[in-house]
């Protein structure tokens, strides 16, 4: 089991930045892919970026490609997504996930671990 713990979301105007932040405890011995989706009211929980065990494959949603980095510090057991060049259109609720593999997945079933989230606001 491995358990992802959220931090980092808060209230942001727009054109601002935030950091989010996962931290895995558990069975991270593992080799797994990790990455970030979110879910905004009344609409599916689409994905937003995904990184591999090494970081050597990296993907992210079109909608933002350029403004959103994900990295991850496997010393520390933590994935990050700096969020630049926030809009409102990102306000939602943003969930890390992991899966013990090696490729990375673009689909929420592909995950077999999830965080509670971490609510991220962006005003206007």
């Known amino acids: 089991q491995v358990q992802l713990v959220e931090s980092g979301g808060g209230l942001v105007q727009a054109g601002g930045s935030l950091r989010l932040s996962c931290a895995a405890s558990?069975?991270?011995?593992?080799?797994?892919?990790m990455g970030w989706f979110r879910q905004a009211p009344g609409k599916e929980r689409e994905f937003v970026a995904a990184?591999?065990?090494?970081?050597?494959?990296?993907d992210y949603a079109d909608s933002v490609k350029g403004r959103f980095t994900i990295f991850r510090d496997n010393a520390k057991n933590t994935m990050y997504l700096q969020m630049n060049s926030l809009k409102p259109e990102d306000t939602a609720v943003y969930y890390c996930a992991a899966d013990p593999r090696l490729r990375i997945g673009l689909t929420a079933n592909e995950y077999a671990y999830w965080g509670q989230g971490t609510q991220v606001t962006v005003s206007s």
């Open positions: 990184i591999s065990w090494s970081g050597d494959m990296i």
């Open positions: 558990g069975r991270t011995s593992r080799t797994y892919v």
